[in-house]
């Protein structure tokens, strides 16, 4: 058995792994993908002292620095029941994988990170990084002076248009509905920006390229079916980020959105369960905020260890 068993090899899964193992505890991790969202990035330039790096790099680095230590990575494998240490006659914890096989610890980490609800129009996919993306604190600065669109009128689209208004040249807010979701705060905001156009009641339908970068966007509008383009450099798809916590519903606390109800230590609602990251309730879904929470649930791990009755 292990002393601590990462489930997730994202950034918050390499750090926890690697602060679990400097404590020279049996450590282990499974992971579907090694390496996470960061291998479907391009430019990172907000990991702090790298002025920049590209993802499959920082996901080979992430790699080969867990790979220092003697931790057991598990790639390629999927976990699918958790099962609390209540309900086992050993007191440990189990992770039921897709396999069949059964990884059993003392403690675990959940890292299994969140992925963007996409528009799944045509095009979406083949501009993925070449002018679609997903992420404003990330890719904004990449299209200073540039028009771009805001697909999603909740609080995390009106957020984004506003904080791209302060780059960009030009935003194009759309919503499928009649009307805005997002705060009032967040709209009246949104109203007082010179640079930014909001459409309601408009169906995304189609990105469009010259075989290199998206060029524009095609959107229905609803109340008279009318097709309208719009000529611009990037769009930014803002219509939810769905945490990979889907397995773990009815086990433990998630709060409405299915993320992972953590305390500041990482701590979970299942005692020797702590959890890290993108999956979690932290605010703000960033490369350096994984690798820092999940650094705290390893070291809470720990604490949880040291603490327990010797066996
Ligand atoms: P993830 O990276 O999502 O990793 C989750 C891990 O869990 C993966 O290994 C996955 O395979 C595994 N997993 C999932 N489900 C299971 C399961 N059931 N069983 C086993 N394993 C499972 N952030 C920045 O700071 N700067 C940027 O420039 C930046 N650009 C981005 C660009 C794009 C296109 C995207 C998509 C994201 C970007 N981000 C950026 C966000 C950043 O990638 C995430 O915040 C970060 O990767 C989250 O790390 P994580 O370890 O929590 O989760």
């Known amino acids: 058995a292990f002393d601590v068993l990462v489930v997730g090899g ?36 907000n990991f702090i002292s790298v002025p920049y790096t590209e993802g499959p790099k920082l996901g080979a680095a992430l790699e080969q620095h867990v790979h220092e230590y003697d931790v057991d990575v598990m790639n390629l494998q999927r976990a699918e029941e958790l099962v609390p240490a209540s309900d086992t006659t050993d007191g440990l914890i189990g992770i039921r994988l897709a396999n069949g096989a059964t990884l059993k610890s003392k403690t675990v980490i959940l890292s299994t990170g969140a992925r963007w609800r996409q528009m799944g129009v045509p095009g979406e996919e083949e501009y993925r990084n070449k002018g679609v993306a997903y992420c404003p604190h990330c890719d904004g600065p990449l299209f200073k002076g540039k028009r771009v669109a805001v697909i ?19 935003v194009t807010l759309i919503e499928f509905d009649g009307r805005l979701r997002a705060d009032e705060v967040l709209q009246r905001k949104l109203r007082s920006l010179s640079n930014v156009d909001v459409v309601v009641s408009a169906q995304s339908t189609e990105v469009l390229g010259d075989g290199q970068r998206v060029t524009g966007l095609v959107y229905k509008d609803r109340t008279d079916g009318v ?19 889907e397995w773990l519903k009815g086990t433990l606390e998630l709060s409405p959105r299915g993320e ?21 309730t932290v605010p703000y879904k960033q490369i350096v905020i994984a690798m820092g929470t999940g650094s705290t649930a390893a070291l809470s791990a720990f604490d949880h260890l040291i603490r327990s009755p010797v066996a």
Do not use: C, W
Request: net charge negative; charged share 15%.
């Open 227 to 245: 097709m309208h383009s719009l000529a611009l450099e990037g769009i930014f798809v803002q219509i939810g980020l769905l945490p990979n916590t």
């Open 152 to 170: 999603g009128g909740g609080n995390s689209g009106v957020e984004a248009a506003i904080d791209l208004a302060g780059i960009v040249a030009h």
């Open 10 to 45: 994202g950034p918050a899964g390499a750090a926890a792994a690697i602060y679990a193992a400097r404590k020279g505890i049996r450590t282990g991790v499974a992971a579907e993908r090694f390496g996470g969202q960061v291998l479907d990035t391009m430019a990172i330039e």
């Open 260 to 280: 992972i109800v953590i305390d500041a230590r990482g701590q979970t609602s299942l005692p020797g369960v702590f959890a890290a990251g993108d999956a979690t």
